[in-house]
């Protein structure tokens, strides 16, 4: 039974999903108020059952608690451990600040590293640098030319 309804809803939707690509205007579905109704007293009662569900439970749990004087998880991990391994936690502001911190020392190391190349006795290792980086850059240039004609070659021996 329920493999028919499965299969009458998935026809539904691909019939509704095939009018919107259409452009056909969808009527919209007058539902009877009194199913509407029903359908709603039905999730409420649902909520209820759950709701007095989960009391039940946390009302067992509480009895197990007192039972074997155990405390719930949220106060075990309010209490600081003092021989701790592993030291304490990080709560997400620390871990923020630390990380804002970390990005302005970084900033901070790159503007020294550009104060100390401008320096007159560090000109000869700048240009030093700018040589090495324009010798890559004509490597660079060179290897993608070459892969270029390559390509060319290619293309043009499937032509033929």
Request: net charge positive; with cysteine.
């Amino acid at each position: 039974m329920t493999t028919k309804l499965w299969m009458i809803s998935k026809t539904m939707s691909t019939e509704n999903s095939f009018d919107r690509l259409t452009g056909e205007p969808i009527e919209p579905e007058m539902e009877d108020p009194e199913v509407v109704a029903a359908r709603q007293e039905q999730e409420k009662r649902r909520k209820d059952k759950h709701r007095r569900m989960e009391a039940d439970r946390e009302r067992m749990r509480q009895q197990i608690r007192n039972k074997y004087n155990l405390k719930k998880k949220d106060e075990a991990r309010e209490q600081e451990i003092a021989g701790r391994i592993a030291g304490n936690r990080k709560t997400p502001e620390q871990v923020a600040l630390e990380t804002l911190h970390a990005e302005e020392d970084e900033i901070n190391n790159i503007i020294n590293v550009q104060e100390r190349l401008k320096t007159p006795n560090l000109i000869l290792i700048r240009s030093g640098l700018m040589t090495a980086i324009n010798d890559t850059y004509e490597k660079a240039k060179n290897t993608v030319a070459s892969a270029c004609t390559t390509v060319k070659n290619v293309v043009s021996l499937w032509k033929t």
